[in-house]
């Protein structure tokens, strides 16, 4: 479960006046999503998808409110479960990040050798899913030499490869195309039929249209739609 | 199949393959020669101490004339009297040709022909508790005027001295681990802010603090203790070179010809020489875990 109760959250400058707070990016937030639940998050740009999404996957704290992930209060955890919370977590991001410096396989093996599976299980699951999203052909493949969809598609199966409880995508269709889209939509439905919570921040209309689920609006750092 | 891959963070190209091991190499090399230089002034005093503390000089002035009892010339009371103190061992006139030799570079090679009223001098080997200071006064009852030098004062001064070079030496040995300590730092946080969107990915994938900190931790080790390696090596012939120097002060004096620097290297400096690189790698592998967990604080 996903809790959020009263979530404010203004960053801190690191360059400009380093340590000063920015104005409030997120005002006010309050929701729930339940286990296995699906939630879109949808909003114009700078409206505080992405941060409100960081908060979720624990890449910030919050200024102020409370917010328990997986039923575990997020402020009260301590770096080293905060580390083994994240791991139940799988995320896509917006910029997909992937490693520059390790091909396609090795980006997608490296939640399951952080989190010391063992080597045979990590090349079954990494071949297989690598293979769904069409790229069985690229596993030795640095980022650089794949298309932004390519990337996107092994960011997608980094955040998919461990089975998470919990996974964020932002945008996660953006170099993506119809087909491709589609394809990416099967695979996370399927994986929150079998129990994974999901939230995905979008623009794509289509998309929300054609998969129908609860969701989160937001306008200037407030929730203005829930449900 | 993708080979896996075992440097999850790059850290080949983010940590410099040559500048760390080079400084390290550096500052190794002065360590070498810091603790060589320690350990022979020590080596040197003790020497030199155990020389010129038992050495004892007395100075009889108008040694043909009559004692304080009148019963013999003052040379030979004092001389008598040195036998029976206890403490003092084998008590020796010097002769008229060893005077010469002594006084040579002020009087001349014949001083005692000079008619200059000179003392009588007795060596003796002191082997009493503390630095004789009883000596002088018996002395001078028997013959007014008598001096008496002991060499424990001077082993004193030489004492104080050693332990000056020992705690400089000391200090360098700090101020050199202290700077390494600092370059690891140093290295670590541009390899840090070279890598901090793989770091901050990784992070978020779920990696620890400690292994993150390992990762470099082991880096910086390797490339630590490779650097302090070469700069022990590289410290190894100027070592032998400034011991075949210092053999002709060394105690036994080796015999002419024997050469062979290497015999003349303490075992203390062959053991301290291959602490260098495990010192080195300590100090890296500590800098470089408390920089990189210092830096994750700042990540959420």
């Given at each position: 479960m996903i809790k959020f109760d009263d979530v404010w959250l203004k960053y801190r400058h690191q360059e400009r006046r380093p340590g000063a707070l920015t104005r409030d990016v997120l005002r006010g937030i309050s929701f729930q999503v339940p286990d296995g639940g699906f939630r879109w998050l949808t909003g114009p740009?700078?409206?505080?998808k992405t941060s409100l999404l960081k908060l979720i996957y624990l890449a910030e704290h919050p200024t102020q409110g409370r917010i328990d992930i997986m039923g575990t209060h997020a402020a009260k955890i301590s770096r080293r479960d905060a580390a083994l919370l994240r791991r139940r977590i799988g995320v896509v991001y917006q910029d997909f990040r992937?490693?520059?410096?390790?091909?396609a396989y090795d980006n997608v093996a490296l939640p399951m050798r952080l989190a010391r599976r063992n080597e045979s299980q990590i090349q079954a699951d990494v071949t297989e899913i690598l293979r769904w999203v069409g790229l069985a052909g690229r596993l030795a493949a640095l980022p650089d030499e794949l298309s932004g969809g390519e990337q996107q598609r092994v960011a997608i199966a980094r955040a998919v490869v461990g089975r998470p409880k919990l996974l964020v995508a932002d945008?996660?269709?953006?170099?993506?195309d119809d087909e491709q889209a589609q394809r990416l939509m099967t695979l996370i439905t399927a994986l929150n039929r079998l129990g994974t919570t999901v939230v995905v921040a979008t623009h794509n209309h289509a998309l929300v249209n054609a998969y129908p689920a609860p969701r989160l609006e937001m306008a200037e750092g407030r929730l203005t739609a829930h449900g | 199949m993708a080979k896996r891959h075992t440097d999850p963070l790059g850290l080949h190209s983010a940590l410099e393959d040559w500048m760390l091991p080079v400084l390290v190499a550096a500052m190794s090399f002065l360590a070498a020669l810091t603790i060589a230089g320690a350990l022979a002034s020590t080596s040197l005093a003790t020497q030199w101490r155990n020389n010129t503390a038992a050495a004892l000089t007395i100075q009889v002035p108008q040694p043909a004339a009559p004692d304080a009892a009148n019963n013999a010339t003052r040379l030979a009371a004092v001389l008598r009297a040195l036998q029976t103190m206890p403490g003092i061992l084998n008590p020796q006139p010097l002769s008229t040709g060893a005077m010469n030799r002594l006084l040579a570079p002020w009087l001349g090679a014949d001083a005692a022909s000079l008619g200059l009223p000179l003392p009588a001098v007795i060596t003796a080997t002191w082997n009493g508790p503390?630095?004789?200071?009883?000596i002088a006064p018996a002395l001078n009852a028997i013959a007014p005027g008598t001096l008496a030098q002991s060499g424990a004062q001077w082993a004193a001064h030489v004492t104080a001295l050693t332990a000056s070079l020992q705690t400089c030496a000391a200090a360098v040995l700090v101020i050199v681990a202290l700077v390494g300590g600092a370059l690891v730092a140093l290295a670590t946080r541009a390899g840090l802010a070279q890598r901090r969107d793989t770091i901050e990915t990784i992070h978020g994938l779920g990696a620890q603090d400690s292994g993150i900190a390992s990762l470099f931790a082991s880096r910086a080790t390797v490339l630590t203790a490779t650097g302090a390696a070469a700069g022990a090596l590289l410290a190894l012939p100027v070592l032998l070179w400034l011991a075949t120097l210092a053999a002709p002060l060394a105690n036994p004096v080796p015999p002419p010809g024997a050469g062979g620097g290497l015999v003349n290297l303490p075992d203390a400096l062959w053991a301290a020489l291959p602490c260098l690189p495990l010192a080195a790698a300590l100090i890296g592998w500590c800098s470089a875990q408390l920089t990189v967990r210092g830096w994750l604080r700042k990540l959420a």
């Open positions: 740009s700078g409206a505080g992937l490693l520059p410096h390790l091909s945008e996660p269709t953006g170099n993506l | 503390g630095a004789g200071e009883a």
